[in-house]
């Protein structure tokens, strides 16, 4: 398994930008399926956008279509969320996770029980 850090999060006020990054350690990074997901204070852990091992095929979650942008450099074992035009609703602490390169649709990329590595997350607040 990969181990993953997270950094990039912070507070900003709404309609910002952050750019969240996310380190894996090990060789065979292309091979993984990366996702972010992110969890609200006395919320459900929620699917936020995932990335092939390529990065050829990308999802998002409807409320963050056209806002936020998932990329992956395997050169150097990142994957990036870049997020626009942020809202007070996006706060959340934001995890990325790794899992086998399978999917090939939504329902797939957004299942948390797909992903066998987690990192520790970054917070993101974003004031009103």
């Known amino acids: 398994q990969v181990q993953l850090v997270e950094s990039g999060g912070g507070l900003v006020q709404a309609g910002g930008s952050l750019r969240l990054s996310c380190v894996a350690s090990?060789?065979?990074?292309?091979?993984?399926?990366m996702g972010w997901f992110r969890q609200a204070p006395g919320k459900e852990r929620e699917f936020v956008s995932a990335i092939s091992g390529s990065g050829a095929r990308t999802t998002y979650v409807d409320s963050v279509k056209g806002r936020f942008t998932i990329s992956r450099d395997n050169a150097e074992n990142l994957v990036y969320l870049q997020m626009n035009s942020l809202k007070p609703e996006d706060t959340a602490v934001y995890h990325c996770a790794a899992g086998a390169d399978y999917c090939w649709n939504y329902d797939c990329y957004a299942r948390a029980n797909k992903y066998v590595s987690w990192g520790q997350g970054t917070q993101v607040t974003v004031s009103s």
């Open positions: 090990g060789r065979t990074f292309s091979s993984y399926a």
